[in-house]
């Protein structure tokens, strides 16, 4: 194989860019993730079905369809509706990872606070703390720690999917690696360091995952 690492090398650029733009497009998704997925993971075990209705379609829709529909849809149907016009692919890329982020989190937050026995709950109760007070102090921060994996396997696993916005041509790193191949025509010097990046980004967040677990793990020991 005739790899050429001068071709790498020139489009350094671009692969930096489609770095920092790939992770900040991941963080910005997660971030409003985290508060979607716990809104809407409240609202589906609320007993109220006003509450528990919507959560529910939202998370069966956005789960039960592929993100890279999800991306296409935001980017040419729903944002031109909303605003009159594109707010460019970077916007929408964003928009589409959090709220398809959102559904997977909602889930893991559903599964997280009933894991909590209901013991808990009336515990709290009993010494007068009203439901959101005990939601807030009691459940959640127990739940929290179970949530860990899952919630570092959603942030592994939407840095993976954002390359599917290279559909949109958001300039993260697949894109980069696209349009280096269609400069070039050289597939393995634009994809393989794609590869190797998201390789080196996926072992990053996994140790930070791993080091958040051995953390509130050793403070569950200790408390």
Same mark, same amino acid.
């Given at each position: 194989?005739?790899?050429?690492?001068?071709?790498?090398?020139?489009?350094?650029?671009?692969?930096?860019?489609?770095?920092?733009?790939?992770?900040?497009?991941?963080?910005?998704?997660?971030?409003?993730? *985290?508060?979607? %997925?716990?809104?809407? %993971?409240?609202?589906?075990?609320?007993?109220?079905? =006003? =509450?528990?209705?919507?959560?529910?379609?939202?998370?069966?829709?956005?789960?039960?369809?592929? =993100?890279?529909?999800?991306?296409? *849809?935001?980017?040419?149907?729903?944002?031109?509706?909303?605003?009159?016009?594109?707010? #460019?692919?970077?916007?929408? #890329?964003?928009?589409? /990872?959090?709220?398809?982020? %959102?559904?997977?989190? @909602?889930?893991?937050?559903?599964? #997280?606070?009933?894991?909590?026995?209901?013991?808990?709950?009336?515990?709290?109760?009993?010494?007068? /703390?009203?439901?959101?007070?005990?939601? @807030?102090?009691?459940?959640?921060?127990?739940?929290?720690?179970?949530?860990?994996?899952?919630?570092?396997?959603?942030?592994?696993? =939407?840095?993976?999917?954002?390359?599917?916005?290279?559909?949109?041509?958001?300039?993260?790193?697949?894109?980069?690696?696209?349009?280096?191949?269609?400069?070039?025509?050289?597939?393995?010097?634009?994809?393989?360091? @794609?590869?190797?990046?998201?390789?080196?980004?996926?072992?990053? *967040?996994?140790?930070?995952?791993?080091?958040?677990?051995?953390?509130?793990?050793?403070? %569950?020991?200790?408390?």
């Amino acid at each position: 194989m005739d790899f050429r690492w001068d071709i790498v090398w020139a489009y350094r650029a671009l692969f930096l860019n489609g770095i920092w733009l790939t992770i900040l497009l991941t963080v910005v998704g997660v971030a409003f993730g *985290l508060i979607l %997925g716990l809104l809407f %993971g409240l609202g589906k075990i609320s007993k109220y079905k =006003l =509450l528990s209705m919507p959560s529910i379609l939202y998370i069966t829709f956005f789960r039960g369809t592929p =993100l890279y529909v999800q991306i296409l *849809l935001i980017h040419f149907a729903v944002i031109p509706s909303i605003f009159g016009e594109s707010k #460019g692919p970077v916007f929408s #890329g964003m928009v589409a /990872l959090s709220l398809n982020s %959102g559904a997977y989190i @909602a889930e893991i937050f559903r599964a #997280g606070i009933q894991s909590i026995g209901k013991g808990q709950m009336e515990a709290a109760r009993s010494l007068g /703390l009203t439901h959101g007070q005990a939601m @807030a102090h009691i459940i959640l921060p127990q739940a929290f720690k179970r949530m860990i994996p899952p919630l570092g396997n959603e942030f592994i696993a =939407l840095l993976k999917d954002s390359s599917l916005l290279a559909a949109i041509s958001a300039p993260e790193l697949a894109n980069a690696s696209r349009i280096i191949q269609g400069s070039t025509l050289r597939p393995w010097e634009a994809y393989f360091p @794609a590869a190797v990046l998201y390789l080196i980004l996926t072992l990053i *967040l996994s140790r930070i995952v791993h080091g958040l677990e051995r953390r509130f793990s050793n403070e %569950g020991r200790t408390s």
